[in-house]
């Protein structure tokens, strides 16, 4: 019986950034470090997928969850976080998705992980994640009334 | 053809009700609907209309068992946010109670796996120590659960100087205790011939779904973020993670025992270390931005998610616990494997499972549905251990 860490991932916080950078640096619209373990990132929707297929399969980072915001500018602010295992910095991307379309690509086809989150965010705030492969009620029940959504400032 | 057996929605002997749609081929299992939302109570859209130091206490009203894990991750979320710590003590006192409350969680997931499986006294026993901790936590909070300990930048109550060695000593006879679990659970062929090669979760299945906690640390996925981003005293007390390579539902239990002599080792370390001094900032007002808050529950990573706009009441407050992650993994762990051990593969997780309320067993080719007791899938398991202890002649 083993009682000690035994996989270590093997980058460090300054590796990751870097590749980070090299990769996607003229796709970023903005890095915001809060402090040395928050670090946020905009980025446009449309780089969504290829983004987080790259922390998740070439970084192996680790999808946390997502938080989807309703904010008065007009869409929706959707937070992917990530982690990198045993780092101690939580990676935010962050998109926003304009009103009324709320449309974006979904991540889940290749992060298992954020098949349910993504499922909730689409009932709870009405975006639609196109290429979802099992898009349907995660927490509402199924004779909720279409379009009606009850994280929604505007209704 | 396979037939489906429905398992739940809700159970009333313990909360966080789901539902699974076991699809079966004679006696094995071959695929898994997972549904949930049977209890949805709108908390997140409630914290937006409660007060910061309110907030805390609705976070409390998550999960019952391990109450202070979901304040614990609030008041990390704000202090992320608001940019400023608690002081020394009041950061031992959280740990302690987030320890206490790891060892019930424990014990009390242990009592239940024993159940299903047919060890009603590994249950008794179980029951009969959980108790020591609750006088513990009823000693120092008031409480024996939903402990209303942590605020904002500090806690509530102060842990007296003159109660230390009652705690001590009380805490010390946990020990012999927890030896007996480790010895009846672990050295039994019969708990080894159920639970070993069982419900496996590999390595890469628990990197896929993004599991975490103690549904992780048994397949060889090392997180725990106690040790990865170190919050309260935990980086100040000397402690290991107890991580285990099989994935299975032994190495679950596993890793669950050895988890409470960690948790014991960093009860004794601060209580040892705690030095006088204030327990309280009393900050009111949070400034605008976000925070994010994250602890290590029972059961594994809590995540909060905080915004503010400058005002009384968070913008959005968002909340994952860890069985969101951990549930969704069932899907795999239980494909392949017999009826009989499909109720311990989905309590494995600790998702407060139990949902078993009532079974529907429908036959597709004859149309005939057979409606059955949630405790037929318990007698079902019980069964199982029977015929293993007759093949093994104990």
């Not at chain 1, 809060?34 to 983004?51: A, G, K, L, T």
């Not at chain 2, 549904?35 to 937006?48: C, Q, S, V």
């Not at chain 2, 249950?123 to 009823?138: N, P, S, T």
Request: with cysteine.
């Amino acid at each position: 019986m083993s009682v000690l860490r035994e996989w270590k991932y093997d980058m460090t916080w300054k590796e990751i950034e870097q590749k980070i950078h090299e990769k996607f640096d003229n796709k970023i619209i903005k890095w915001f470090e809060q402090n040395d373990e928050r670090i946020y990132v905009d980025i446009d929707p449309s780089d969504m997928v290829d983004f987080s297929r790259f922390l998740f399969e070439d970084l192996q980072a680790r999808f946390i969850t997502a938080s989807g915001v309703d904010t008065p500018r007009g869409g929706i602010e959707i937070l992917y976080h990530f982690d990198f295992y045993q780092l101690p910095q939580v990676f935010s991307l962050r998109i926003f998705v304009k009103k009324p379309e709320l449309e974006i690509e979904s991540i889940a086809p290749y992060i298992k992980g954020a098949e349910w989150i993504e499922r909730e965010i689409a009932e709870l705030l009405g975006v639609k994640f196109n290429n979802h492969p099992n898009m349907k009620h995660l927490i509402l029940p199924e004779d909720w009334p279409e379009g009606k959504y009850p994280l929604r400032r505007d209704q | 053809m396979s037939e489906i057996i429905p398992i739940g929605p809700y159970h009333p002997l313990q909360e966080e009700p789901e539902f699974f749609r076991l699809h079966v081929e004679g006696e094995k299992v071959v695929k898994l609907d997972i549904e949930i939302g049977y209890n949805h109570r709108g908390i997140e859209k409630l914290a937006e209309s409660k007060s910061w130091d309110q907030v805390v206490f609705l976070v409390e009203r998550i999960c019952g068992i391990c109450s202070c894990s979901h304040p614990a991750a609030s008041v990390n979320a704000m202090e992320d946010l608001g940019g400023i710590e608690a002081p020394e003590r009041a950061q031992y006192i959280r740990t302690i109670i987030a320890e206490l409350e790891r060892i019930h969680s424990h014990m009390l997931w242990l009592g239940l796996a024993g159940h299903f499986i047919g060890y009603n006294t590994v249950w008794m026993w179980v029951w009969k120590y959980r108790e020591i901790i609750c006088d513990i936590c009823e000693k120092i909070t008031g409480n024996r659960q939903s402990y209303a300990m942590f605020k904002v930048w500090g806690v509530r109550r102060d842990i007296l100087e003159e109660d230390i060695p009652w705690i001590k000593k009380y805490l010390s006879k946990l020990k012999p205790a927890l030896d007996l679990f480790k010895g009846a659970v672990m050295d039994d062929p019969v708990i080894h011939a159920r639970t070993k090669g069982v419900g496996v979760l590999t390595t890469k299945q628990a990197k896929d779904y993004c599991v975490v906690g103690p549904t992780a640390r048994p397949s060889g996925v090392a997180i725990d973020v106690r040790k990865d981003n170190p919050y309260f005293a935990y980086d100040w007390v000397d402690w290991d993670i107890v991580v285990l390579q099989e994935g299975d539902v032994f190495a679950k239990v596993a890793c669950r025992i050895l988890e409470m002599y960690e948790s014991v080792k960093i009860i004794e370390q601060c209580l040892d270390k705690m030095k006088p001094g204030p327990i309280d900032l009393n900050v009111k007002e949070l400034p605008p931005g976000e925070g994010i808050g994250r602890t290590e529950a029972p059961r594994g990573e809590v995540y909060h998610y905080v915004r503010s706009d400058g005002s009384n009441f968070p913008a959005r407050y968002k909340v994952r616990a860890p069985s969101y992650m951990n549930i969704f993994s069932n899907e795999v762990a239980v494909v392949g494997e017999k009826i009989a051990d499909a109720a311990l593969i989905l309590a494995a997780v600790d998702p407060c499972y139990c949902c078993t309320e009532r079974i529907v067993a429908v036959d597709r080719d004859k149309k005939e549905e057979r409606v059955m007791k949630g405790s037929d899938l318990i007698r079902l398991s019980q069964e199982r251990t029977e015929q293993v202890r007759k093949e093994l002649g104990v």
